[in-house]
């Protein structure tokens, strides 16, 4: 029989166990192991098949519920837990010991957040960044709000077919069986946020909140009665699609969120966000926004602009130019045409993320591109990143040497209490109290800390031989068939561990390389290694599939398949017993396609040991210590040489020195197989102790209040001090200087002091004559660069003087002098440069217009 209709009844708690509804709502408990073992204890059975405290609440009988009430112990546990996270949301943290110039509120930006498997909202690492940048703003006191849409199906969830393809379902979700609270008026009715669409059709929007600890996180819905059926599926899926529908999703996401926050600021009276920042280019439109709202106040385009730009902070996580997100500018222009920022020049949209420069398609309107635009500090992931993006953007600012685009890096970080394993967590409080610090390790003993991990791999074999039997029988496999699945693996075997989403350049198939020699390690008879892999591939992605498919074919052949396995959907919940429970971490992309990766430092946390290739976060935190670097073969050699050697150079790794270290000299063969091998032990320690703190969120979080949202939020105040004064005369100045730069010359340079044997210590004298093109002498910066010098005249590890007015030529020229001190050996030079005056810019390359000595 079917309904008529649905609706959700919400449970109605008991006096005495109030507070579980709060316990059940805020996503708190996703990381407090206390709450998680409440929710256990009060129905184990049904928290070991939903882990979801919403569901478990409204799954139990009103009988059940009173049942819980009359347990005194329970009452006590709930009441006392209701407590501590009422102290958890209020009490003062980290940022509260910020001065005022810290901001009063921050929006962030991100088209998914991964903060638990109870909401699939995520598809791989950028949205499990955000979940654990949410969360530590969270412990860490920052006023922060994360802005989303609400995906009908999330990401897909992925099986296989008997013949190792991979099959996506979309299982939808319902908001209202979800820890999310609709967003209402005073009246009661939802909040809607509406944006007009071409032909006269609009899209309206719901907005739902979810906790997460002391963060507010609104997600858009576009799933609602007042849509046509093309707009209700407008968020149907986490990056369904692509062209208009994608394009739709993201205006929605940018310029419908900033409305959302409003409406949610005008409700709760918060403060309004003193710095908005984009978790990649997909929320781009929320700068157009709000130049939207600014121009509305009689601001023109170029103040608004200014103004926007200093409190904006925008994140780039895409080393690969095919990753970046680009629309046809036609199709951007149809959309904006149709009202959606009235007040905007259309045209002035569409140059915000035209590729106007050398290499660039000026018909492609690139986000990552607007991104940089649209905000005055940007950042990339990792420090190689940083060096990448700089490179791979450099063409916004030409004329600049690569190290002055003004793209820096931020290291991603991973949530420590959602990633370390609660074993762990158990041990360093039991032994070292409440708030223990990374260095004790090295007080816990060495076999204390195998037994450990020997309790970890168990667990996570455990949980395998589950998934494992689930997928064969999904596979069309019958019990009877299936016997050798509680087999697999062995407690006592050298586990690593590939999990990740499947793109080409992460190369899920690279262990395969030589299968002979992988089957050798696997089998090998003294010290075999076994190996988990899982991963999802994009469902439009043929040649991701096929490499799942290699992949499990391989696994699926008996003399192997008890050292190899395959799990399919992977997601944050098979994530948190897998890390824990390898002893190796494998990661070998393509150097330098991985942004940062963040899977290998969930590894460290749990005491993993790294074998990866220097790319990401790894290239600057291996130190020869804490795991392996699987090197990589020069950009000379073909994809196919590379795969080759550097396949070989992972064996080869494994076999003469992981296995030989894990399996330890001390743990000689015929013993029990209980020796503890120290070295690898000692290994495990120097990780917990020097990586801990450096992967954590918390690290990362406070790199971005002290080197981005405190700086954004401090020249966002200066802007739009009295009336926007400074964003006025700002915008004034710019077009003046850009209008004057074609005409701004470095005509001739001279030095005094220049003799025929130069020596360390020489001082010279640099005259510049500069043509001002109209501008005053005050207006730009010349300055000296000089270092050492290569064949080609490239001046390396320079150095800059500035360079002071002088001499009023007359006719708009003048004569700029200073002098530099030649302070190293060797090939030398210098060159001149002319700039729009640095003090009145964030930095050098601000405005992209130089000029040089022809
Ligand atoms: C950490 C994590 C990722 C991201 O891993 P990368 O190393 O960045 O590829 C993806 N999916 C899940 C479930 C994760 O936990």
New binding site residues.
């Given amino acids: 029989m079917k309904a008529i209709r649905r609706f959700t009844v919400r449970t109605v708690l008991p006096e005495a166990i109030a507070p579980l509804s709060t316990l059940a709502t805020n996503l708190r408990w996703s990381w407090h192991e206390p709450t998680r073992r409440l929710f256990a204890d009060i129905a184990p059975e049904i928290w070991a098949r939903t882990a979801d405290p919403v569901q478990l609440i409204a799954t139990l009988t009103r009988g059940q519920l009173q049942a819980v009430a009359d347990d005194a112990g329970l009452v006590s546990r709930i009441q006392g837990l209701g407590a501590d996270l009422q102290k958890y949301l209020i009490r003062p943290r980290w940022y509260q010991s910020l001065g005022a110039e810290a901001p009063a509120c921050i929006a962030y930006f991100s088209p998914e957040f ?1 903060i638990d498997a109870v909401l699939p909202q ?1 598809s ?2 950028l949205g ?2 955000a979940g654990d940048h949410l969360k530590s703003a969270s412990d860490l006191g920052v006023p922060l709000i994360g802005v989303g849409l609400l995906y009908q199906a999330g990401y897909f969830k992925q099986s296989l077919s008997r013949d190792a393809w991979q099959e996506e379902t979309y299982p939808v979700i319902d908001p209202d069986g979800l820890p999310l609270s609709l967003l209402r008026e005073t009246d009661g009715t939802p909040v809607e946020v509406r944006l007009p669409l071409p032909a006269g059709r609009q899209l309206l929007a719901y907005v739902w909140k979810a906790d997460v600890g002391r963060v507010p996180l609104l997600l858009l819905d576009s799933d609602v009665p007042g849509n046509d059926d093309a707009a209700r599926t407008i968020t149907d899926r986490l990056y369904g699609g692509g062209g208009d529908h994608r394009l739709q999703q993201e205006l929605l996401l940018g310029m419908g969120g900033v409305k959302a926050l409003r409406a949610y600021q005008r409700l709760t009276g918060g403060a309004a966000p003193e710095v908005f920042h984009t978790n990649e280019g997909h929320a781009g439109f929320l700068g157009v926004e709000r130049i939207r709202e600014l121009m509305d106040d009689g601001l023109s385009w170029d103040e608004a602009l200014v103004a926007t730009r200093a409190s904006t902070v925008f994140t780039t996580h895409t080393p690969v130019p095919a990753g970046i997100d680009r629309f046809e500018i036609a199709q951007i222009q149809h959309f904006f045409q149709a009202g959606l920022a009235p007040s905007v020049p259309v045209t002035n949209v569409l140059a915000l993320g035209a590729e106007t420069y050398q290499d660039g398609d000026a018909s492609t309107f690139n986000m990552a591109v607007m991104g940089l635009r649209l905000a005055q500090r940007a950042n990339g992931v990792a420090k190689l990143h940083g060096v990448v993006s700089r490179e791979m953007f450099a063409g916004l600012w030409p004329g600049f040497d690569q190290e002055e685009i003004p793209i820096t890096s931020v290291t991603n970080g ?1 949530h420590v209490p959602t ?1 370390v394993d609660p074993k762990i967590v158990d041990l360093a409080r039991t032994r070292f109290g409440p708030a223990p610090d990374w260095s004790e390790v090295f007080q816990v003993d060495d076999a204390d800390v195998w037994v450990l991990r020997r309790e970890l791999r168990s667990a996570l074999i455990a949980d395998v031989r589950r998934r494992l039997r689930a997928s064969w029988k999904k596979r069309g496999a019958a019990d009877a068939e299936l016997a050798w699945t509680d087999e697999v693996l062995d407690p006592d075997v050298l586990t690593i561990g590939f ?3 499947v793109p080409t350049y ?1 190369r899920l198939t690279l262990m395969l390389r030589d299968p002979v020699r992988l089957k050798r390690l696997l089998l090998d008879p003294e010290r075999p290694i076994q190996l988990v892999v899982a991963g999802k591939s994009h469902p439009a992605d043929e040649q991701g599939k096929r490499m799942i498919q290699d992949l499990v074919r391989f696994t699926d052949d008996p003399e192997v398949r008890h050292r190899i396995v395959f799990l399919p959907n ?3 919940a ?2 948190r017993t897998l ?1 824990p429970g390898c002893d190796v971490w494998l ?1 070998n992309p393509l150097r330098p396609l ?1 942004a ?5 430092m ?1 590894s460290a946390l749990n005491g993993g040991l790294n074998l990866s290739v220097r790319d ?1 976060w790894w290239d600057e935190l291996y130190d020869g210590r804490n795991g392996w670097a699987i090197p990589t073969a020069d950009n000379r050699a073909t994809p196919e040489e590379r795969d080759d050697i550097e396949a070989a150079a992972l064996y080869e790794l494994i076999e003469k020195s992981v296995a030989p270290m894990f399996y330890g000299s001390e743990r000689v063969a015929g013993d029990s197989g209980d020796a503890v091998p120290h070295q690898w032990v000692a290994a495990i320690k120097h990780t917990l102790a020097t990586l801990g703190p450096a992967v954590s969120a918390e690290r990362m979080v406070m790199d971005y209040v002290n080197r981005l949202y405190t700086p954004a939020a401090e020249s966002g105040r200066r802007a739009s001090a009295d009336d926007f004064a400074a964003a006025r005369t700002a915008a004034r100045w710019n077009e003046r200087v850009r209008d004057a730069w074609p005409s701004v010359h470095v005509e001739h340079v001279d030095a005094e002091g220049v003799t025929d044997a130069p020596q360390i210590g020489d001082v010279l004298t640099i005259n510049a004559y500069v043509s001002l093109g109209g501008l005053s002498a005050d207006d730009v910066d010349v300055e000296v660069g000089y270092g050492r010098v290569s064949e080609s005249d490239h001046i390396h590890d320079r150095a800059f003087a500035d360079l002071a007015p002088a001499e009023d030529l007359g006719n708009g020229r003048a004569r700029f002098s200073g002098t530099l001190v030649v302070d190293r050996s060797g090939p030398f030079g210098y060159t001149v440069r002319a700039l729009p005056s640095t003090a009145r810019m964030a930095n050098k390359a601000e405005l992209g217009l130089i000029a040089t000595p022809a």
Avoid: H, P, Q
């Fill in positions: 991964g995520y791989g690492g499990i960044l991973v990633w999990a990740r989403r992460k992977y997601d944050i098979m994530a890390f990661n991985e940062c990766g963040t899977s290998g969930k990401g």
